[in-house]
């Protein structure tokens, strides 16, 4: 049954993540340079937060039209990534269900949920979209 697969079958494993003592500036980079809209932050190899264009876009309405130099200097002296991530995560272990990721993602306005190892690891992402390109490619 297709409610009984494991997320680590269907989650994204490239995460890209910042770890919490860098700069707000390195995740504006991160989101101008990828087709991505979540991005972790770690205290090792750990989640402990994370930060969305929306958490971004709430601190710089339009920062593609600013200069980037002008856009660095704002974010890395006026905010600290703790200032702006979501500590509030939704955290799955690899072994939980689609249906699992499926209800939450669904009776929530989350986007994102992580996934670790049995260690506490930070493996992967599972999205939205992730859930989406699943179901798509799965429909018969």
Same mark, same amino acid.
């Given at each position: 049954?297709i =409610? ?8 994204t494993?490239?995460?890209m ?30 989640p402990? =937060?994370?930060i ?21 200097t ?45 260690? =506490?690891?930070?493996? =992967? ?15 018969e």
């Open positions: 049954m =409610g009984n697969i494991k997320i680590k079958e269907i989650m494993t490239d995460v993540s910042v770890h919490d003592s860098e700069n707000l500036s390195v995740v504006a980079k991160i989101f101008r340079e990828n087709p991505i809209h979540h991005v972790p932050v770690l205290k090792g190899k750990r402990v =937060g994370i969305s264009t929306q958490d971004l876009f709430k601190l710089i309405f339009d920062f593609d039209s600013i200069d980037t130099r002008l856009l660095v704002l974010l890395d002296h006026s905010y600290k990534i703790k200032d702006v991530m979501t500590d509030k995560l939704v955290i799955f272990e690899e072994e939980s269900t689609l249906k699992d990721a499926a209800k939450i993602l669904s009776d929530s306005s989350l986007h994102s949920i992580m996934v670790v190892n049995s260690k =506490g690891d930070l493996t =992967g992402i599972v999205t939205t979209t992730d859930l989406m390109r699943f179901l798509y490619k799965n429909i």
